[in-house]
């Protein structure tokens, strides 16, 4: 069963938040889909391995495919290709909450 949200999924919301919702708690669902968008470049000429980044995830889990319902999280962030890895680090919120505070996601080693 799938639970979505969080560093490497929606960024945003927190993590595995987004899923079937019983008796007030989110319990995984049999379909899922998620998607990202992100543009970085590097910030300053002399320091390539610095880039900023600005993003739009969205995703959802659900009991079916025609259950889901898109939730969309957008931020920006920071990232650092380090000599042991890289380093992201974003400030995100989700999209149609706009009393939602913002979160902070901090990953290290996956992919840039």
């Known amino acids: 069963l799938f639970r979505v949200g969080g560093d490497e999924s929606v960024r945003g919301y927190a993590y595995r938040s987004l899923g079937v919702t019983r008796d007030g708690v989110t319990i995984g669902g049999r379909a899922m889909a998620t998607g990202s968008v992100e543009l970085a470049h590097p910030i300053l000429k002399r320091m390539p391995s610095l880039l900023g980044a600005v993003f739009v995830d969205v995703g959802d889990a659900?009991?079916?495919m025609g259950d889901l319902e898109a939730k969309v999280g957008y931020g920006v962030g920071l990232r650092w290709r380090s000599p042991v890895g890289p380093l992201k680090l974003d400030i995100a919120q989700p999209l149609n909450e706009p009393d939602a505070e913002w979160r902070l996601h901090l990953?290290?080693?996956s992919e840039l």
């Open 107 to 109: 990953t290290l080693g």
């Open 62 to 64: 659900a009991q079916s």
